[in-house]
């Protein structure tokens, strides 16, 4: 049963973008009445990484994900969500929101500081720590974060 609905739900795509490599070959699929979004991986045989992504993929700015009619598809593999109210949102994660609580603030710092050099947990997923989006997450990271809370600097976007 559970394989009938992996092959043969029309409700989402397969990720092969490449902004998020880990996810690449992740199953996206969502629910018109509940707005929520998840996403799973399947061998041919087994679903693994069975996950909830609704808060992950909140757009934020008082936006937000309803009525979800399709899922789209551009020529690079990236995936897009479409409602009813004619919105289209890109899968994508919230580069320097490392905490995953909604906002670029002080707090993503200090998750940040607390992952390198205290062994704090990791964000989730790793990209959404990658605020200069050069593939890693290390230092120059908090530093692109204070300079764009503090400074004036360009904001994160990958």
């Not at 929101?97 to 390198?116: F, Q, R, T």
């Amino acid at each position: 049963m559970v394989a009938l609905f992996v092959v043969q739900s029309p409700g989402g795509y397969v990720y092969r973008g490449n902004v998020i490599p880990n996810l690449q070959g992740t199953y996206f699929f969502g629910d018109y009445c509940s707005g929520q979004i998840w996403s799973f991986r399947y061998d041919g045989i087994n679903i693994t990484e069975f996950t909830e992504r609704t808060s992950q993929l909140a757009p934020g700015g008082g936006l937000s994900i309803d009525d979800i009619s399709s899922f789209g598809e551009d020529g690079s593999g990236n995936l897009y969500i479409v409602d009813l109210d004619g919105e289209i949102y890109g899968i994508n994660w919230r580069h320097g929101d490392a905490n995953e609580d909604g906002v670029i603030d002080i707090g993503d710092v200090v998750y940040l500081l607390e992952y390198l050099f205290k062994g704090g947990p990791a964000p989730d997923p790793l990209e959404a720590g990658d605020t200069n989006c050069d593939g890693l997450v290390n230092i120059g990271d908090v530093v692109y974060l204070i300079n764009y809370l503090f400074k004036g600097g360009t904001a994160p976007s990958c």
